[in-house]
């Protein structure tokens, strides 16, 4: 199938980390590359998949740690394609999930460059996935957010949180590791019980990954203590309550049960109990 022609940019979504989540378009793209832009989020396990003669330019950008600026990731991406490569611009999740991919489309539009997304598994999925939950329930979570909590340094999140304390919701928070102790006071003053419950996924879908069952007015100590260096998601609502999950978990979620005691313990130091 030959849809991409010399002088044209596919964005492409690598998923959450793990190989084995690509879609099979993806690999075919990043197969047919001559060059790769790739956020620093998108694996080597990811980019071996490229050619050898492919080049490959990181223009990564990691919580505080921006090495490029968009305008210049842009730039770059326009140029590539007006000198004729096919240019694929390597994202980590979805590529129009909190990934900037409408500033990199209207760049290419406005120099007449095609431009096409190829999507990918979101961090979303693959923590609810790794958690072995639903992220909407029947009758109990109908609603689905995805919300980003970044913000500049020394920033607070310019949420409403009003909007987002909704009982019946799941909300999936993206890169709100720095902005826990933001959110869980932003959704508690919002109506949002202390006890609703919250789970923690870092690097969801890769060996090192890292799973945490808390509850909201615990979310500040559990993001603090539980998580690491790594990409984290925090999900909100009734649909990760721990009942919910009734059946006895599989053997490959063991680390779920582990992360579940953790839980217990953070409860009992922080309640004295
Ligand atoms: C700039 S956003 C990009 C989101 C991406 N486009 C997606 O659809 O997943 C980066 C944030 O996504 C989340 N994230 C990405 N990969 C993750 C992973 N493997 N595990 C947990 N969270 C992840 C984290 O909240 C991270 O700060």
């Given at each position: 199938?030959?849809?991409?022609?010399?002088?044209t940019?596919?964005?492409?979504?690598?998923?959450?980390?793990d190989?084995d989540?690509?879609?099979?378009k993806a690999?075919?793209?990043?197969?047919?590359a001559?060059?790769?832009f790739?956020?620093?989020?998108?694996?080597?396990?990811?980019?071996h998949l490229?050619?050898r003669r492919?080049?490959l330019?990181?223009?990564?950008?990691r919580?505080?740690?921006h090495?490029?600026e968009?305008?210049?990731?842009d730039?770059?991406i326009?140029e590539?394609?007006?000198?004729?490569?096919?240019?694929v611009?390597l994202?980590g999740g979805?590529?129009?999930i909190?990934?900037?991919?409408?500033?990199?489309?209207?760049?290419c539009?406005?120099?007449?460059?095609a431009v096409?997304?190829c999507p990918g598994?979101?961090?979303?999925?693959?923590?609810?996935a790794?958690?072995g939950?639903?992220l909407?329930?029947?009758?109990?979570?109908?609603?689905?957010?995805?919300?980003?909590?970044?913000v500049?340094a020394?920033?607070?999140p310019?949420?409403?949180?009003r909007?987002?304390?909704?009982?019946?919701?799941?909300?999936?928070?993206y890169m709100?590791k720095a902005?826990?102790p933001?959110?869980?006071a932003?959704l508690?003053?919002?109506?949002?019980?202390?006890?609703t419950?919250?789970?923690?996924?870092?690097?969801?879908?890769?060996p090192?990954?890292?799973?945490l069952?808390?509850?909201l007015?615990l979310l500040?100590?559990a993001?603090?203590?539980?998580?690491?260096?790594?990409?984290?998601?925090?999900l909100v609502g009734?649909?990760?309550?721990?009942?919910?999950?009734a059946?006895p978990?599989p053997?490959?979620?063991?680390?779920l049960?582990?992360?579940?005691s953790?839980h217990t313990?953070?409860y009992?130091c922080a309640?004295?109990g």
């Amino acid at each position: 199938m030959n849809d991409f022609e010399p002088g044209t940019v596919w964005l492409v979504g690598a998923g959450p980390g793990d190989p084995d989540l690509l879609t099979r378009k993806a690999e075919r793209l990043i197969r047919a590359a001559d060059v790769i832009f790739h956020d620093a989020l998108v694996g080597r396990g990811i980019l071996h998949l490229a050619l050898r003669r492919t080049r490959l330019v990181s223009v990564g950008k990691r919580s505080g740690r921006h090495s490029k600026e968009q305008k210049t990731i842009d730039a770059l991406i326009v140029e590539a394609a007006l000198s004729g490569k096919r240019v694929v611009r390597l994202k980590g999740g979805d590529p129009a999930i909190f990934a900037r991919a409408a500033e990199e489309m209207a760049a290419c539009r406005a120099h007449g460059v095609a431009v096409r997304i190829c999507p990918g598994v979101t961090a979303a999925s693959a923590a609810a996935a790794d958690l072995g939950v639903s992220l909407t329930l029947r009758g109990m979570a109908r609603r689905l957010t995805f919300v980003t909590a970044h913000v500049r340094a020394g920033q607070e999140p310019d949420l409403d949180w009003r909007a987002l304390a909704d009982p019946q919701a799941t909300l999936a928070i993206y890169m709100g590791k720095a902005a826990a102790p933001d959110v869980s006071a932003g959704l508690m003053a919002a109506g949002l019980p202390g006890d609703t419950p919250v789970a923690l996924a870092e690097s969801a879908s890769l060996p090192e990954r890292r799973t945490l069952m808390t509850r909201l007015d615990l979310l500040p100590l559990a993001a603090q203590a539980g998580l690491g260096d790594g990409p984290a998601l925090i999900l909100v609502g009734a649909a990760l309550k721990p009942e919910v999950l009734a059946e006895p978990a599989p053997a490959n979620l063991r680390a779920l049960s582990v992360s579940a005691s953790d839980h217990t313990s953070l409860y009992r130091c922080a309640s004295g109990g």
